[in-house]
């Protein structure tokens, strides 16, 4: 019952590990995560790869409660309780979807400046999911 | 936009949990009402073509799921399709058994739909809901369904100052409404005190927030207008319909305070109708959280953007109010079976409009026009569709 399947969740290992986007080569829109064709000039399939600092501010979020998680972040969630899932506005411009850690759920604000740090996502069919999750920007604890 | 189509019958099962009867079985419920709310009868000889929403049922007969619906009512050999929008499957099955007669094709066909959701195990369930919205990067940050209609609520609580209250007003509003529905999953009256004070689901959305998972079918009969007065006499006309899509995934959409794929629904169907959203006077929307009725009062121009939480709090939508939504329950309290929720919806309208709602304390007074909005997933799909008399 694996949702996302180890050949699909392969395919995207350069976005989930690297942060890799696709800048439009006639438009110049960063498209991350990837389309077909450019989001932004809806013509062009000419791109180039770009790495994406992964530092953004919070534009919305949710916390999901304890038994309200899907099957595969049963065991997160047995641990931890709550999680908190955000889109981030990245700085280069295109928001993302991700869960947040190092930090409670009662500590997040829309507007917190967060970056993005490689973790554990799940385990499912016994292969470890790595990926992105988004922790607080320093100056945002000091301050 | 002069009518082309007009509705002459419509069936609904009862909503909730069907535990003696199978996803056939439901389907039969709606269809025979269907026959019987025929004024002047029908031979069911007469059907052309049936359109049967469904997201799937589970993943219980994922194929050639209408033509099963089909013979199992004794129309075996009729042209028979499924339309999978999940949430709005049913409201775009409606739309293209329109255009089927629009085109001059058929004369007389059915749309419906059917949903079976509280058979499969809770674990299967909760696989089978998230398959909707966007699988590779929602569902891989540990997203659910209630948790995107949350993100969208966090966010339109930050920009227009919507309140926690408002939200369970509306499930508040659609539970009193469906106590008055003998067809409704739910027929309880609930406190707004015990709405606020549900267990939270998904920040800020909690139990009391969300639709449940519901077992039911529905279906309505369409004609060519032109013959419509052959099978009643009070017949209720499509003045106008619209579709939109947007993207799945809500980091790439232009905004998670409104629906687009609504707004653009909307937009046609009025333009289609040749009315305003004030000339509307009862309306079905798709409710499946309770921002999401709010966020539909804006998407419908039945009030301003960021106004939705004052338009419940101040009693607009309400029975008694300016245009009433979701006199039926809604989503959230006659219940939200997936595939068939669109022409359930059509149901509710067809039967407000004609002035034959099964309970009289639940009929709005004097309506002519009535509307119908229906959403596919988070919002990557939507059918809006205007009613009249
Ligand atoms: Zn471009």
Same mark, same amino acid.
């Given at each position: 019952?694996?949702?996302?399947?180890?050949?699909?969740?392969?395919? &995207? /290992?350069?976005?989930?590990?690297?942060?890799?986007?696709?800048?439009?080569?006639?438009?110049?829109? /960063?498209?991350?995560?990837?389309?077909?064709?450019?989001?932004?000039?809806?013509?062009?399939?000419?791109?180039?790869?770009?790495?994406?600092?992964?530092?953004?501010?919070?534009y919305s979020?949710t916390?999901?409660?304890?038994?309200?998680?899907?099957?595969?972040?049963?065991?997160?969630?047995?641990?931890?309780? &709550?999680?908190?899932?955000?889109?981030?506005?990245?700085?280069?411009?295109?928001? /993302?979807?991700?869960?947040? &850690?190092?930090?409670?759920?009662?500590?997040?604000?829309i507007?917190?400046?967060?970056?993005?740090?490689?973790?554990?996502?799940?385990?499912?069919?016994?292969?470890?999911?790595?990926?992105?999750?988004?922790?607080?920007?320093?100056?945002?604890?000091?301050? | 936009?002069?009518? %082309?189509?007009?509705?002459?019958?419509?069936?609904?099962? #009862?909503?909730?949990?069907?535990?003696? #009867?199978?996803?056939?079985?439901?389907?039969?419920?709606?269809?025979?009402?269907? @026959?019987?709310?025929?004024?002047?009868?029908?031979? *069911?000889?007469?059907?052309?073509?049936?359109?049967?929403?469904?997201?799937?049922?589970?993943?219980?007969?994922?194929?050639? $799921?209408?033509?099963?619906?089909?013979?199992?009512?004794?129309?075996?050999?009729?042209?028979?399709?499924?339309?999978?929008?999940? =949430?709005?499957?049913?409201?775009?099955?409606?739309?293209?058994?329109?255009?089927?007669?629009?085109?001059?094709?058929?004369?007389?066909?059915?749309?419906?739909?059917?949903?079976?959701?509280?058979?499969?195990?809770?674990?299967?369930? %909760?696989?089978?809901?998230?398959?909707?919205?966007?699988?590779?990067?929602?569902?891989?940050?540990?997203?659910?369904?209630?948790?995107l209609y949350a993100i969208m609520a966090n966010r339109h609580m930050h920009d227009y100052g919507t309140t926690r209250e408002q939200l369970s007003m509306v499930a508040v509003k659609n539970h009193k409404n469906?106590?008055?529905? *003998?067809?409704?999953?739910?027929?309880? #009256? @609930?406190?707004l005190?015990?709405a606020m004070?549900?267990?939270?689901?998904?920040?800020p959305l909690n139990?009391f927030d =969300? =639709?449940?998972?519901?077992?039911?079918?529905?279906?309505? $009969?369409? =004609?060519?207008?032109? @013959?419509? #007065?052959?099978?009643?006499?009070? *017949?209720?006309?499509?003045?106008?319909?619209g579709?939109g899509?947007d993207?799945?995934?809500l980091?790439?959409r232009e905004t998670i305070t409104s629906l687009k794929a609504a707004v653009l629904a909307a937009r046609e169907a009025y333009k289609?109708a040749?009315i305003k959203p004030k000339d509307v006077d009862v309306a079905e929307v798709h409710d499946c959280f309770t921002i999401a009725e709010i966020i539909a009062y804006e998407d419908l121009g039945f009030c301003e953007r960021g106004e939705g939480g004052k338009f419940i709090e101040e009693g607009l939508s309400s029975m008694e109010g300016e245009i009433p939504v979701n006199l039926?329950?809604g989503l959230k309290?006659?219940?939200? *079976?997936?595939?068939?929720?669109?022409?359930?919806?059509?149901?509710?309208?067809?039967?407000?409009?004609?002035?034959?709602?099964?309970?009289?304390?639940?009929?709005v007074?004097?309506a002519?026009i009535g509307l119908t909005h229906n959403v596919?997933?988070s919002g990557?799909?939507a059918?809006v569709?205007v009613?009249?008399?």
């Amino acid at each position: 019952m694996a949702y996302v399947s180890v050949p699909l969740y392969k395919r &995207t /290992i350069p976005q989930r590990y690297g942060l890799v986007g696709l800048r439009c080569k006639k438009c110049g829109w /960063i498209n991350f995560p990837p389309k077909g064709v450019c989001k932004n000039c809806k013509e062009s399939l000419d791109f180039e790869k770009v790495k994406l600092s992964g530092k953004g501010t919070i534009y919305s979020y949710t916390v999901i409660s304890a038994a309200a998680a899907p099957p595969e972040f049963s065991k997160q969630e047995k641990y931890g309780g &709550t999680y908190v899932v955000a889109l981030v506005d990245l700085d280069e411009g295109p928001r /993302i979807v991700a869960q947040l &850690t190092d930090c409670k759920p009662g500590e997040v604000k829309i507007g917190m400046r967060v970056k993005a740090v490689l973790r554990r996502i799940y385990e499912d069919e016994g292969v470890i999911r790595y990926g992105f999750k988004f922790k607080p920007q320093e100056e945002d604890l000091n301050g | 936009m002069e009518s %082309k189509v007009a509705v002459v019958g419509a069936g609904q099962s #009862k909503y909730g949990e069907s535990v003696d #009867k199978s996803v056939k079985e439901l389907f039969l419920d709606a269809y025979i009402e269907l @026959i019987n709310s025929v004024d002047n009868g029908l031979e *069911p000889r007469e059907i052309n073509a049936v359109y049967i929403g469904s997201l799937g049922s589970g993943g219980f007969q994922l194929g050639n $799921l209408s033509a099963l619906m089909a013979e199992y009512v004794g129309l075996p050999g009729v042209h028979a399709v499924r339309i999978e929008n999940a =949430c709005s499957s049913s409201g775009f099955a409606f739309i293209e058994a329109c255009l089927a007669i629009m085109s001059g094709m058929y004369d007389v066909v059915i749309a419906g739909g059917v949903e079976k959701m509280r058979d499969v195990s809770s674990l299967k369930a %909760k696989y089978w809901l998230g398959v909707s919205g966007d699988t590779e990067y929602e569902r891989l940050a540990g997203m659910t369904f209630a948790g995107l209609y949350a993100i969208m609520a966090n966010r339109h609580m930050h920009d227009y100052g919507t309140t926690r209250e408002q939200l369970s007003m509306v499930a508040v509003k659609n539970h009193k409404n469906a106590f008055l529905n *003998p067809k409704a999953q739910f027929q309880n #009256k @609930i406190t707004l005190e015990k709405a606020m004070n549900s267990p939270m689901v998904a920040y800020p959305l909690n139990l009391f927030d =969300c =639709c449940p998972t519901t077992d039911g079918a529905s279906a309505v $009969l369409l =004609c060519k207008a032109e @013959i419509a #007065k052959k099978f009643t006499d009070s *017949p209720v006309y499509v003045a106008g319909f619209g579709t939109g899509t947007d993207y799945l995934a809500l980091h790439d959409r232009e905004t998670i305070t409104s629906l687009k794929a609504a707004v653009l629904a909307a937009r046609e169907a009025y333009k289609k109708a040749g009315i305003k959203p004030k000339d509307v006077d009862v309306a079905e929307v798709h409710d499946c959280f309770t921002i999401a009725e709010i966020i539909a009062y804006e998407d419908l121009g039945f009030c301003e953007r960021g106004e939705g939480g004052k338009f419940i709090e101040e009693g607009l939508s309400s029975m008694e109010g300016e245009i009433p939504v979701n006199l039926s329950g809604g989503l959230k309290a006659k219940g939200h *079976p997936i595939g068939a929720t669109g022409t359930g919806q059509v149901y509710e309208i067809f039967n407000q409009l004609r002035k034959t709602v099964q309970k009289p304390a639940r009929q709005v007074k004097d309506a002519e026009i009535g509307l119908t909005h229906n959403v596919g997933g988070s919002g990557g799909t939507a059918a809006v569709t205007v009613f009249k008399v």
